[in-house]
Nanobody, 120 residues
Framework: QVQLVESGGGLVQPGGSLKLSCAAS????????MAWYRQAPGKQRELAAS???????NYADSVQGRFTISRDNAKKTVYLQMNNLKPEDTAIYYC??????????????WGQGTQVTVSS
């Protein structure tokens, strides 16, 4: 069973930065697309960013230009660098493993989530 373990969340002031990490246990990590979702209180979970096995990247409009997704296949880890954070970025951030075909398709492989709070 594949496990995904997120880290790097926390409390940050508006305009600040955080870098999230997600380590996967699967030896087949490199063939999967990976994504970061987020869920704010009272809202549905939304796709923030995805990266395919060959490095193609897509972002939600709300994070475009501020967030950067990347992956290190040797370390079986996907990252999310978040800059210029806003209060509306406050959410639980989840790592996901999936496939990409025109759009990102999540598998039922999720991390436990990491809380990001943006507040002064």
């Amino acid at each position: 069973q594949v496990q995904l373990v997120e880290s790097g969340g926390g409390l940050v002031q508006p305009g600040g930065s955080l870098k999230l990490s997600c380590a996967a246990s699967s030896s087949m990590f490199r063939i999967y697309a990976m994504a970061w979702y987020r869920q704010a209180p009272g809202k549905q979970r939304e796709l923030a960013a995805s990266i395919t096995s060959d490095g193609s990247i897509n972002y939600a409009d709300s994070v475009q230009g501020r967030f950067t997704i990347s992956r290190d296949n040797a370390k079986k880890t996907v990252y999310l660098q978040m800059n210029n954070l806003k209060p509306e970025d406050t959410a639980i951030y989840y790592c996901n493993m999936g496939h990409y075909s025109s759009t990102y398709h999540p598998l039922q492989v999720w991390g436990q989530g990491t809380q990001v709070t943006v507040s002064s």
